[in-house]
């Protein structure tokens, strides 16, 4: 069965701080990783991976994906309260057929 | 552009009885996903349609079903309702999952008495 891992489970940390969140995975047929920001609504795309060791990078977050050690980090500086979430990993796992595992999330609060 | 829509937002019902639910692409998008969120569980896959050809399923019962029109809108079917039905159902919408982002709806909220 198919397995995505977050952690932490949840993290309060301080307006500026550097955060790092983890995401490692078990699947048959690995296609691709995601990860999504859910505040209280409808989750939203943040990246898309599918090469090792590319870091993608949108302002104060990025990403990068090591598809040997079967691991994923997303990292956001000089955090801010509007970073408060829950970050959401989820790894295409379907082959030529789209299946989408999610990982249980990170609650990350920040605090001003 | 207009965003995903779902309809209804909210819906109450009671255990035993079916619902359906509603879900509206963006525009030119074909495929259509599928999700439950319980805060048990988390966000679980139910299905994904492509050019109304479903190309994956979750592990849900068959009461759970779905399809999806030409015009790329999709409904989803549950049957027999339970009370652990009880949960958050988004979809969300994209060119090709594969290769494109997805935009979720925001939701329709079902509640089994």
């Known amino acids: 069965e198919d397995k995505v891992v977050q952690s932490p489970l949840s993290l309060v940390v301080h307006e500026g701080d550097t955060v790092t969140l983890n995401c490692s995975y078990e699947v048959t047929n690995f296609r691709s990783l995601l990860w999504y920001k859910q505040e209280k609504k409808a989750p939203t795309f943040l990246f898309m991976l599918t090469s090792s060791g590319i870091e993608k990078k949108s302002g104060r977050l990025s990403s990068i994906l090591d598809k040997k050690e079967l691991f994923s980090i997303l990292n956001i500086t000089a955090t801010q309260t509007g970073d408060s979430a829950v970050y959401l990993c989820?790894?295409?796992?379907?082959?030529?057929?789209?299946?989408?595992?999610f990982g249980k999330g990170t609650l990350l609060t920040v605090n001003p | 552009k207009a965003g995903v829509t779902q309809t209804p937002r909210y819906l109450i019902k009671t255990r035993g009885q079916q619902v359906t639910l509603s879900c509206s692409p963006i525009?030119?998008?074909?495929?259509v996903s599928w999700y439950q969120q319980t805060p048990g569980q988390g966000l679980q896959f139910l299905f994904e349609y492509f050019s109304e050809t479903q190309r994956n399923k979750g592990n849900f019962p068959g009461r759970f079903s779905g399809r999806q029109f030409s015009n790329s809108r999709s409904e989803m079917n549950v049957s027999t309702l339970e009370l652990g039905d009880s949960a958050l159902y988004l979809c969300?919408?994209?060119?090709?999952?594969?290769?494109?982002?997805?935009?979720f709806g925001p939701g329709t909220r079902l509640t089994v008495l």
């Open positions: 989820a790894v295409n796992s379907g082959g030529s057929n789209y299946k989408l595992t």
């Open positions: 525009s030119g998008h074909r495929s």
């Open positions: 969300a919408s994209s060119l090709d999952p594969d290769f494109y982002e997805q935009f």
